[in-house]
């Protein structure tokens, strides 16, 4: 004899019943620190950080060691400065202090040997890879990112903008480099494998300019400045590197607004293979100019 279910258990049992009992519940969404909170004193601790960058790249060839003592005791204070206005801050300066100190442990001006070469890979691969890590491992949050954005369609915008900076780096790169007397600032390539070797300098500086300057110090920078103030703070840092590489003389005067422009187009494009396409495409004249620079009866295809 079946025992009768009062209505309203009957109503529970079949509510329980529509509820899959076998599937689990979703896990929660990976941790993404976003913007941390504002504060108006970040600023200080950042420009300093920017102020070390300056003196361990851009003074390092003048002042040698002292360059690099005093850019890092201005390193040192600035990220321990950035503890008084907030832990975050604090982290995320650190990290990006790890980085330049990576950096800054070899000298980065242009040279094309062998192992000098594979030094340098080295080196600027960890820059990237131990911040990276560090943020992770340590503190738990995925601020460092690589957007790839898969599947999103360049705009007609961006598409013309590829476009321009073929043509702006084919009238002003042969200019800067040849009547400045920049070229002179990387070594002489004549040989095969002496070009080869600049083509993946060139190349591979150029893809880690974007992993560092914009997908780990802009961003890191973005959660508690405001875009423009963490873009002329990157900026300041990006061309203090790209002043020791050898874009010395005039230089700054072209790279400055690079790096301003770069860091701008991610924040719209949020797309890391749009941002090295338009810098590769740069690279690709900067390669094209040295080697004729230094050999002028080859590639004659340059206005200046």
Known sequence: MRERVPPWQAEGMASDAAVPRSIPPAPAPAADAGTAPRNPWALAPALGVAASAVLLFGFRQTFGFAAIAGGGAVLAVSVAAALLVG?????????????????????????????????????LTLSVLVPWLLERRVFHRRTIQFPIRQGHRWTTLEKVWLVAAVVLAWLILPNYFINSGAYRNWPSVEAPDEIARLFVGVNVVGIWDELFFICTVFTLLRRHLPDWH??????????????????????????????????????????????????????????????????????PIFLY
């Open 87 to 123: 832990r975050q801050l604090f982290q995320d300066l650190l990290l990006i202090a790890i980085g330049l100190a990576i950096v800054a442990s070899i000298s980065v001006e242009a040279n094309l040997d062998y192992p000098n070469m594979a030094l340098f890979g080295t080196v």
């Open 230 to 299: 963490a873009i002329p703070v990157q900026a300041i840092i990006f061309v203090s590197f790209l002043w020791e590489l050898g874009y010395r003389e005039w230089g700054p005067l072209l790279t400055i607004p690079f790096a301003i422009v770069q860091a701008f187009l991610f924040t719209r494009t949020r797309s890391l293979p749009y941002v090295v396409s338009v810098h590769l495409l740069f690279d690709l004249f900067v390669f094209l100019v040295l080697v004729h620079a230094h050999n002028p009866d080859f590639l």
